[in-house]
């Protein structure tokens, strides 16, 4: 059972805690929300979780025709469109479609916030905390206090805070705008780069061909062109050769015979 005095755990911890991708979602979901650990994260995903297995149970019971899981059905969807989770008129299946952020988009923090009562969410936690914030004419010092649709509009400072004053240094100016903290822009983000991609990479592969056709002329002209100046070096080559072998040996034995000769006849008419 327990001890009266502390309540038990309201949230599941995650089964393996060292996963990479799982402490890098959370890191940025906690500077998003400007939450103070990863136990808020937890104890969204928690809520969401009972959400979605309460739906996938009715989902399975309700062909079968029975009213009471008409009725649980009805009540599960009245609860979440009160809570302005899902938009009226919703079925089990928008249920099955829902994420964590779509859980923390609903906490007063993230409220005070995109009403343009502090400056940041980290803000407007500290806000909240220090007692400045009501709903209605209560205050509230819970920073995740799950706002319904109703008291949404009633989310105000109180009528004792100084923050009323509209010169007062830690209130908004009145330009502010906050930023919006839901991904419904995101989708449409992504899909018009990719068709910038898409009409970009099309005139890309029509150019390619073209390039490659001078490319084959230039390899095959060099290839001819080297193969006739090679045969006439070598020709000539033989040719000059030639000449020099026969004349060469032709002028010596006509300077050698002819002293021979004349010393014979010069000797033969002195006897």
Same mark, same amino acid.
Do not use: C
């Given at each position: ?185 995101? &989708?449409? #983000? @992504?899909? %018009?780069? +990719? /068709? $910038? ?5 099309? =005139? !890309?592969?029509? *150019? ?34 030639? &000449?020099? #072998? @026969?004349? %060469?040996? +032709? /002028? $010596? ?5 002819? =002293? !021979?000769?004349? *010393? ?8």
């Amino acid at each position: 059972m327990g001890k009266p005095k502390f309540s038990r755990k309201k949230y599941e911890t995650p089964s393996h805690p060292w996963k990479e991708d799982r402490i890098k979602a959370e890191n940025e979901l906690i500077k998003k929300y400007g939450l103070k650990n990863k136990r808020e994260i937890w104890k969204a995903k928690t809520a969401l979780r009972k959400y979605r297995g309460q739906a996938r149970e009715l989902m399975a019971k309700i062909r079968g025709g029975d009213p009471q899981t008409k009725k649980e059905s009805d009540q599960l969807l009245m609860h979440l469109n009160r809570m302005n989770i899902l938009p009226p008129k919703s079925t089990l299946d928008d249920v099955l479609a829902l994420d964590t952020e779509s859980i923390l988009s609903r906490r007063l923090q993230t409220l005070t916030y995109l009403k343009g009562l502090a400056n940041t969410p980290f803000q407007a936690r500290q806000l909240i905390s220090h007692g400045h914030i009501s709903i209605g004419n209560k205050k509230v010092t819970i920073p995740s206090y799950m706002v319904t649709k109703d008291e949404e509009g009633e989310i105000s400072y109180i009528s004792a805070s100084p923050l009323n004053d509209v010169m007062h240094p830690a209130r908004p100016r009145a330009d502010f705008k906050s930023v919006p903290v839901k991904k419904e822009t995101k &989708p449409k #983000e @992504t899909e %018009e780069p +990719k /068709k $910038e991609k898409a009409a970009t990479e099309e =005139p !890309k592969k029509e *150019e390619k061909p073209e390039e490659e056709k001078p490319a084959e002329e230039t390899t095959t002209k060099p290839v001819e062109e080297p193969a006739k100046p090679e045969e006439k070096p070598v020709e000539e080559a033989a040719q000059k050769e030639k &000449p020099e #072998e @026969t004349v %060469e040996p +032709k /002028k $010596e034995e006509t300077k050698v015979e002819k =002293p !021979k000769v004349k *010393e014979k006849d010069t000797k033969e008419g002195e006897e």
